[in-house]
Structure formats: C-alpha cells, structure tokens
C-alpha cells in the first residue's frame, strides 16, 4: 500500500468518524439535544437533507483534485467551527450551523473521489473501501461509548480532535497526479458515457430503495432497544464491522455476488423476527446481527463499485457524490416514512411492513442490476457471470465488430478496452501484470494495423466507430 493511499485512507477515515459519531444521527448529538430538551428526531433528518445536497452537487462545481483539496480543508473547518455552536444554549444557531456543517460534509466526502481514484490501484478498491468504513465505525464507536459511559463533553472533545486530526493527512495528499493528457478525450468518449450511464443510473435506484430499510431502522427499530442502552452502545456496530472484515479478508477474485442475496434474506429475517417477538435482550442480539451484518454487505457493495465507476469520468466528484448521495437519500426518505408511521399509528407492524415491501421490491431489482452491471464490468467482485443465461444484446462489446476489421489480438483488444476507459500506461501495465514496455510495444502494433500515429488518433477513431 503506497503513502499516498493510506493518507486517503486515514483522512476520510477521520473525518467519517467524526460523522458518524456526531453529525449523522451520531451519539454525541444525541446526547447534547437531550441534555437542552431539545427534539432530536427532526433536526436528524434536516442534517442528512443538507448532506444529502452537499453530496449531490459537489462535481457540479469541483473539477480538479487541488480544488477538491481545498474544499476538504475548508468543509474540516466549517464543521469544528460549527460543532463549537452546540457548546451554546439552544438557539436557531444550532440549525443554521446543522445546514452548514450537513452541507459541507457532503462537499468532503464527494471531493475525496478523486484522491479515492487517484492513490488506490482499481484492484484494491474494494480493499480501501473497506478499510475506511471499518475504520471510521471503530472511530464512531470508541466516541460512542465514551459518551454514554464516561462523559458526553468527552465525546464531543474526542469527536471533535478525529476533525482536527484529518488536517495533516488531507494536506499530505498529492495533487499533482500522473495522469495521460490524453485522458480528458478519453473519458469525454460518448460511447464511454452512454455505456456507463444505465447501468450507474440502475445503481443509483438500488441504493436509494434498500437504504429506505436504514432510515426505518434509524427511526423505528433503534428506539424500540432504547431500554436496552449498554448492549446496544457496544454491540450494535459489531456485526457490520464483521461482514466487512469477512468480505475484506476474502481471496482475490473470489466472487462476492452471493453474499448479496443471503443480506437481503438476513435483511427479511430481521424484520420478521422484530415482527414476532418482543423487544428483549434475545431478540435485539437477533435482529441486529442480522439486520447490521446485511447493511455492511451492502454498503460495501455500492461502496467498490462507485470506485470502479470513477475510472470511466473524469469527474471523480460528481460520481462520488452523486453515487453516496443515493445512500443518503434512501436514509431520508426511510427516516420521514418511519417517523410519519409511527407519529399516525404508533404501530411498529407498519412500518415493518414497508420494510419488507421494500425487501421484495430489490429480490426484483437484483438480477436486472447484475445484467447491467454485468455490461459495463467484465469480473467485478460483486456482479455474478451468469454465463449467458440473462445476457442481453447490451452485453455484445461495442467495439468487437472495430477489432475483427482490424484483426486485432485478443491482447491488443484488452489495451484498447483500457485506454477508452481512462487508463494511462502504467495503468494498463499494472492492471495486466506487464511491463510498461510492453504495453508501449503492443500499441505501436495497434497504430500500425490502424494507420494512426497516436492516442488521440486512436480516440477519434474509436469515436467514429462508436457513432456508426
């Protein structure tokens, strides 16, 4: 693992776990609304609409990584500074500061794409991703615990240093990043954009429906264990830590789409189990293994394959942000309905009952997102080859018709997949375990069967093939 890697790691890690522990339904949080009496439940959910806007918008302005650099060291700012209001008496600040600490959040996590795409290899992405969410949640958890058992100032100060700790790891991180200057082209390729954009919009609508499920749990199961304050301080993360760490610690190339579909049945029987038994001390152990262990599958799922996204645009932000903002999204939308529910009928059974809607909605979803994902990544960790069984035409590459004509070889056609897809040499070098020279070596091949002269040459050719 390169420096440049684990200060991307530790950074965002940082910064999550002060997130986590503070802004997004956090403890800490928690804890100081209780101490001023103050309702809790709708100033959560306006952190995460401003969030969920801070995400979304980002890669609509931050372009480059030395601005999306700068963006994090200001959005770190913003939040101590803001953080510092809730030292105050309750007032209307504390809400102008949630907006402004929500908004900024979202700007730094999205701007982290591109250190995420820059500074870990794509292989190791599912690895980074990860770590950081193993990482931040530890973070949240040692937060966690010293609020409720020791201090709740102590809390907030140890939350608050996790901010101030983040600054000399994102300030370490490169800007200058070695980057093809042909790459722009490249990823500007309206085949690249118009075969990436349906199986990424097909992602987004899956995130968006499960994570419904995590705004309910926020909103309704959570505070049906609240009686049950020390168990769940300390074991309710557990279980999604230990699905990450399973699915890190997994070989290489071990296909991980299955574990998918024993999350959304762990996700049913959670739900169920909520449904038939009475909130004990049994019953909380259940749900929430089951319940926690299956949304740490999933978020690392979506987590790795926006990670793959970025290397098909150049605007690493945008489809960081947009990508995560889905998840938030979902968490919102879950929330109100939870909190709508409960707040008219006061029964848990309904809103369980959405839940489970929203179960059967993804058992449908599922297999059309594998086929798409299955068109745009050829051996994805997470998306199964079905060998055919539901391929559809849209799977056919697009450019095998240029390569026959061209009588190009097979490895000759692996470099040409890579170089419409953003990767420089070395890139393609370490993708394909061969040395740069070869990678050099073969594509002068390529220019020669073309008759072209160069990268760009080859782009616009591809282009013309692309638009028929």
């Given at each position: 693992m390169s420096q440049q890697q684990k200060y991307s790691i530790v950074s965002i890690s940082l910064f999550a776990g002060w997130l986590l522990s503070f802004l997004f339904e956090g403890e800490v949080l928690y804890q100081l609304m209780n101490a001023t009496a103050t309702e809790a439940e709708w100033i959560g959910l306006l952190a995460i609409g401003f969030h969920f806007v801070g995400l979304f918008s980002c890669g609509y302005f931050i372009k480059r990584s030395s601005a999306a650099k700068m963006v994090m060291m200001?959005?770190?700012?913003?939040?101590?500074?803001?953080?510092?209001?809730?030292?105050?008496?309750?007032?209307?600040?504390?809400?102008?500061?949630?907006?402004?600490?929500?908004?900024?959040?979202?700007?730094?996590?999205?701007?982290?794409?591109?250190?995420?795409?820059?500074?870990?290899?794509?292989?190791?992405?599912?690895?980074?991703?990860?770590?950081?969410?193993?990482?931040?949640?530890?973070?949240?958890?040692?937060?966690?615990?010293?609020?409720?058992?020791?201090s709740m100032y102590g809390g907030y100060a140890l939350s608050s240093l996790l901010l101030l700790l983040a600054i000399p790891f994102i300030y370490r991180l490169d800007t200058e990043m070695e980057m093809d200057r042909s790459e722009p082209e490249m990823l500007d390729n309206p085949g690249i954009k118009e075969t990436m954009a349906k199986p990424f919009i097909y992602l987004c609508v899956f995130i968006v429906i499960i994570t419904i499920n995590s705004g309910i749990m926020y909103q309704v199961v959570r505070p049906t264990f609240a009686h049950l304050r020390l168990l769940t301080a300390y074991y309710w993360v557990v279980p999604y830590l230990l699905a990450l760490f399973i699915l890190r610690s997994l070989p290489k190339g071990f296909n991980r789409a299955l574990a998918l579909y024993v999350a959304l049945a762990m996700m049913g029987i959670s739900y169920l189990l909520l449904m038939a038994l009475e909130p004990t001390v049994k019953t909380y152990l259940l749900v929430n293994t089951f319940m926690l262990g299956a949304f740490g599958v999933f978020d690392l799922f979506w987590w790795s394959l926006i990670g793959d996204f970025l290397d098909s645009s150049r605007d690493a932000a945008k489809i960081?942000?947009?990508?995560?903002?889905?998840?938030?999204?979902?968490?919102?939308?879950?929330?109100?309905?939870?909190?709508?529910?409960?707040?008219?009928?006061?029964?848990?059974?309904?809103?369980?009952?959405?839940?489970?809607?929203?179960?059967?909605?993804?058992?449908?979803?599922?297999?059309?997102?594998?086929?798409?994902?299955?068109?745009?990544?050829?051996?994805?960790?997470?998306?199964?080859?079905?060998?055919?069984?539901?391929?559809?035409?849209?799977?056919?590459?697009?450019?095998?018709?240029?390569?026959?004509?061209?009588?190009?070889?097979?490895?000759?056609?692996?470099?040409?997949?890579?170089?419409?897809?953003?990767?420089?040499?070395?890139?393609?070098?370490?993708?394909?375990?061969?040395?740069?020279?070869?990678i050099k070596f073969h594509s002068r091949n390529i220019y020669q069967k073309l008759q072209i002269n160069n990268k760009m040459e080859l782009i616009k050719l591809i282009n013309q093939e692309l638009k028929g």
């Open positions: 200001a959005g770190i700012a913003v939040c101590f500074a803001g953080s510092l209001i809730f030292l105050l008496p309750y007032s209307s600040l504390w809400y102008l500061s949630m907006i402004a600490m929500s908004y900024y959040a979202g700007l730094v996590i999205a701007s982290w794409g591109y250190f995420f795409k820059w500074s870990t290899p794509r292989d190791q992405r599912l690895q980074t991703a990860a770590d950081v969410l193993i990482l931040s949640n530890l973070l949240m958890m040692v937060v966690n615990v010293i609020t409720n058992h020791l960081m942000g947009i990508g995560l903002s889905m998840n938030v999204l979902g968490i919102l939308l879950g929330g109100i309905a939870g909190s709508v529910i409960t707040a008219n009928t006061n029964q848990l059974d309904e809103s369980i009952l959405v839940a489970l809607g929203v179960i059967f909605i993804v058992m449908v979803l599922m297999p059309v997102l594998n086929n798409q994902l299955n068109c745009f990544f050829a051996n994805h960790d997470f998306v199964m080859n079905l060998a055919g069984e539901i391929q559809s035409e849209e799977s056919v590459d697009p450019l095998q018709p240029f390569k026959k004509a061209y009588q190009l070889t097979d490895r000759e056609g692996e470099i040409i997949d890579l170089l419409v897809q953003g990767y420089t040499y070395k890139g393609i070098s370490e993708k394909l375990v061969v040395s740069e020279n070869t």
